[in-house]
T-cell receptor, first 109, second 116 residues
Framework: GQNIDQPTEMTATEGAIVQINCTYQTSGFNGLFWYQQHAGEAPTFLSYNVLDGLEEKGRFSSFLSRSKGYSYLLLKELQMKDSASYLCAVMDSNYQLIWGAGTKLIIKP | GAVVSQHPSWVICKSGTSVKIECRSLDFQATTMFWYRQFPKQSLMLMATSNEGSKATYEQGVEKDKFLINHASLTLSTLTVTSAHPEDSSFYIC????????????FGPGTRLTVL
């Protein structure tokens, strides 16, 4: 079966760095997405990785290793507004998104 | 570009009534739209994939006669929750994929349904 694993919850301090890991097992691979979702709102797109390596976009970076079935989202200079759930999703061979359960990130002052 | 709207943003209805939710791609054509449901503190659950001009493909466990999907044009898909019950109360989110691209999905803002 298809499976996406990510931690349920993480806590970090304002101004610090946090890394959210995601491992996956899917039938085919057409890219990995990270989305941010604030409570009561729809997900918003953060990043897309289809090749191995690190993609940097401002305070957020995303890494992919296809051979290991592994990705992480790195958030730097954490701000209180970064408190949200972070969803890892993999697009399979049918171009369908397989979703992880999400990681709730709590930022403390 | 790539804006998806949903209407209504929230709706409260009585048990037994039907509710229609619209999903529109405002500035692009979407051959495929997806309907998700999300219960509190849970991840998105794909309900069905809607393809323009054809029948929707429903995920296992989702009743196609209860959740009617119509994708009549390249910019509009509708989800009708028929004979709604309190357990149907949830956050319904649609997403749309550009006709010319297979990867990124663009999400609507979601519709909060409460069935009394």
């Amino acid at each position: 079966g298809q499976n996406i694993d990510q931690p349920t919850e993480m806590t970090a301090t304002e101004g610090a760095i946090v890394q959210i890991n995601c491992t996956y097992q899917t039938s085919g691979f057409n890219g990995l997405f990270w989305y941010q979702q604030h409570a009561g709102e729809a997900p918003t797109f953060l990043s897309y990785n289809v090749l191995d390596g690190l993609e940097e976009k401002g305070r957020f970076s995303s890494f992919l290793s296809r051979s290991k079935g592994y990705s992480y989202l790195l958030l730097k200079e954490l701000q209180m507004k970064d408190s949200a759930s972070y969803l890892c999703a993999v697009m399979d061979s049918n171009y369908q998104l397989i979703w992880g359960a999400g990681t709730k990130l709590i930022i403390k002052p | 570009g790539a804006v998806v709207s949903q209407h209504p943003s929230w709706v409260i209805c009585k048990s037994g009534t039907s509710v229609k939710i619209e999903c529109r791609s405002l500035d692009f054509q979407a051959t495929t739209m997806f309907w998700y449901r999300q219960f509190p503190k849970q991840s998105l659950m794909l309900m069905a994939t809607s393809n323009e001009g054809s029948k929707a493909t429903y995920e296992q466990g989702v009743e196609k006669d209860k959740f009617l999907i119509n994708h009549a044009s390249l910019t509009l898909s509708t989800l009708t929750v028929t004979s709604a019950h309190p357990e149907d109360s949830s956050f319904y989110i649609c997403s749309a994929r550009r006709t010319s691209e297979f990867n990124e999905q663009f999400f609507g803002p979601g519709t909060r349904l409460t069935v009394l």
